[in-house]
């Protein structure tokens, strides 16, 4: 599912927001793994849809990432081949931001895009109550289709040496959301995108 927020600009520049949909496939479980992710994307379209950006900003709710990332995978390529892989300014990816006691935000990329996830701490500084920790090494979600491509991407998920015991188990319901710490990602996520916005 892709919606597009218009830019002022004419430039064919824009940034992108993920999150998958798909779990485990646990009957009525995946709140946190990654409901909360696919929630906080559409919380950031729709706080976004009426403040004025001269890029526009993409918003793409995938899946099949449980399965080999599938779904960030094949838009990647899509991207690539149509060569709109090259207009994306930065990207930031979701999952897992539902869960935490201790409001430390992951924020996970590769080396190459270490700045990123340093700005991405000053705007926690600034604009949350939150504290990062920035992880070197993607690993496992949406975010690494994107930086194989060589785009500046972002994973903010919960910090994982503290994630829910619920983890891909039928635990991870409704009830276990910190919704004040899932917001204040939002919050990151919004300033990160209004502050890039160029």
């Given amino acids: 599912m892709i919606a597009t927020k218009a830019g002022t600009s004419d430039s064919k520049d824009f940034m992108i927001v993920i999150a998958h949909m798909d779990s485990v496939g646990k009957d009525f479980a995946g709140a946190d793994d990654n409901a909360s992710g696919t929630a906080s994307l ?13 890029q526009s900003i993409r918003f793409f709710i995938t899946n099949g ?24 300014t930065f990207a930031i990816a979701m999952d897992m931001v539902g869960y935490n006691s201790n409001g430390i935000v992951e924020l996970e990329t590769n080396k190459e895009y270490d700045a990123a996830a340093n700005f991405m701490t000053k705007m926690a500084e600034t604009y949350t109550t939150l504290k990062t920790k920035i992880t070197l090494g993607a690993r496992g979600s949406d975010h690494i289709p994107f930086l194989n491509r060589a785009v500046e991407t972002v994973l903010t998920i919960e910090d994982w040496s503290t994630k829910t015991p619920c983890y891909h188990q039928k635990c991870d319901t409704p009830d276990t959301i910190n919704y004040v710490y899932a917001g204040e990602i939002t919050k990151l996520n919004i300033a990160t995108l209004l502050e890039k916005d160029h």
């Fill in 42 to 54: 559409l919380e950031t379209a729709r706080v976004l849809a009426k403040v004025p950006t001269k």
């Fill in 65 to 88: 990432e449980e399965i080999n990332l599938l779904g960030a995978e094949d838009y990647a390529k899509k991207l690539e081949i149509s060569g709109d892989i090259k207009n994306i």
